[in-house]
């Protein structure tokens, strides 16, 4: 086996025109924590063309628990640093951009994209993403909170808003429970939603997958 | 029939998917609650409702897939074939 095979057990799935499909997107992941340092992972490794990471966080020990990219001698350090270096040993395939910054009323979302992962940790954020995104940009959405959590998908301009569907909704003060299980499960539905999307299938498109990770329970809710 | 569906930590809570009642003329949003309460034991209302009686802002409430704050909120009206559902997503990342 040489590098060119690296793909080889996924082309069995998929096939090669959808291998090529892949290595042409360009993904925005916003948010490289407990969700999206998963999803950048497994997109990394599935070959996705372009990545382009947005944070402003430095590790902190409470990260260790499920930021997969991250180890105890990158506290205090930049996490796109350190994601950016972790995906390159992964894939050098792959080109990583990297915004450092909040996600903000300010925010561009750069031209090439047309997939989003929403792997923010707020409200208040996830509502700036979406409203700065493009007509027509992909926006799959994650959240995670102690033993639950979600995902969807939705296409600016055609979907009903992110901020509509969640109107109302409040951020819990304090820390929100999380464990990396929960956080590898929810990224990990993500991230095949996100190669569907690229794909030209996505399965979650204006309904949620809602994800009991007590009690193992999925439902959908359409919206 | 009306359905009021359970999601995440609600259903959680109720250890139920969902429940089905009939409709009756008139009836709000805010009415179906407290009548889906009579028809289970475990108390729910208070991961709702404050104790005035309006809305607390953990848990999505939609009627066919609208959010009831961009319909009438609590005096949305429901009539029969409609779902509703309690949904609090989760808000970490």
């Known amino acids: 086996m040489v590098m060119a095979d690296r793909y080889n057990r996924q082309i069995a799935l998929w096939g090669k025109e959808s291998q090529e499909k892949l290595e042409g997107a360009a993904v925005l992941i916003a948010g490289v924590g407990g969700l999206g340092a998963a999803v950048a992972e497994l997109l990394t490794r599935a070959g996705v063309g372009q990545l382009t990471l947005v944070d402003h966080g430095r590790v902190d020990w409470p990260d260790l628990n499920r930021q997969l990219l991250y180890c105890e001698a990158d506290i205090g350090r930049s996490k796109l640093q350190i994601a950016e270096r972790q995906l390159r ?36 954020s996830r509502f700036h993403l979406e409203a700065n995104l ?22 600016k301009g055609t979907s009903q808003p992110l901020a509509d569907i969640f109107t109302g909704v409040q951020q819990p003060r304090g820390e929100i429970p999380v464990n990396g299980p929960g956080a590898a499960i929810i990224a990990g539905y993500m991230a095949n939603e996100l190669l569907n999307t690229i794909l030209g299938k996505p399965q979650l498109l204006d309904r949620f997958l809602i994800v009991g990770l007590g009690d193992l329970h999925l439902d959908f809710l359409d919206v | 029939m009306i359905t009021v569906q359970f999601y995440s930590l609600i259903r959680l809570l109720l250890k139920q998917e969902k429940v089905e009642l009939p409709a009756i003329g008139d009836e709000t949003v805010g009415q179906l609650i407290h009548r889906v309460q009579k028809q289970i034991p475990t108390p729910f209302i208070h991961k709702l409702l404050d104790d005035q009686g309006k809305l607390l802002l953990g848990t999505i409430i939609m009627v066919n897939r609208r959010n009831i704050h ?4 609590l005096q949305t009206p429901v009539k029969d074939g409609d779902v509703v559902a309690f949904f609090p997503p989760g808000a970490g990342g």
């Open chain 1, 89 to 124: 040993r992964i894939n050098s395939r792959v080109k990583i951009n990297l915004l450092e910054q909040q996600i903000d009323p300010s925010f561009i979302c750069p031209t090439e994209i047309s997939t989003v992962a929403d792997c923010l940790d707020n409200y208040v």
């Open chain 1, 134 to 155: 493009p007509d027509e940009t992909y926006l799959v959405h994650g959240g995670i909170e102690a033993n639950q959590g979600q995902v969807i998908t939705l296409q």
């Open chain 2, 70 to 73: 961009h319909l009438k909120k």
